[in-house]
């Protein structure tokens, strides 16, 4: 089964930098998409970015030109580098997987929160 577990997570300034990592449980060379979400309180969770095995990627508006998703299948593992971070950015980040029959994934979630 395939789990997933997320790092990278802090406190850092506005304008700061911060890369999230994911490591999955098993190869991801089969699954057809990784990525990540995030939520703040009371708030529906909202895409941030995912790679397909493609290598193509999607961005939410708010992040484009900031983040930088990235995809090893050789580590098992999808990153997000975000630069320029915000207030706003501040969230619980998830990291999400998606197998070619649709099933998902969730990692348990990361705080990332951006505040001088």
């Known amino acids: 089964q395939l789990q997933l577990v997320e790092s990278g997570g802090g406190l850092v300034k506005p304008g700061g930098s911060l890369t999230l990592s994911c490591v999955a449980s098993i190869s991801i060379r089969g699954i057809y998409l990784m990525g990540w979400y995030r939520q703040v309180p009371g708030n529906q969770r909202e895409l941030v970015a995912t790679?397909?095995?493609?290598?193509?990627?999607n961005y939410a508006n708010f992040v484009k030109g900031r983040f930088t998703i990235s995809r090893d299948n050789t580590k098992k593992s999808v990153d997000l580098q975000m630069n320029n971070l915000k207030p706003e950015d501040t969230a619980v980040y998830y990291c999400?997987?998606?197998?070619?029959?649709?099933?998902?994934?969730w990692g348990q979630g990361t705080q990332v929160t951006v505040s001088s």
């Open positions: 999400y997987a998606e197998s070619y029959s649709g099933t998902p994934a």
């Open positions: 790679m397909s095995t493609g290598d193509t990627t």
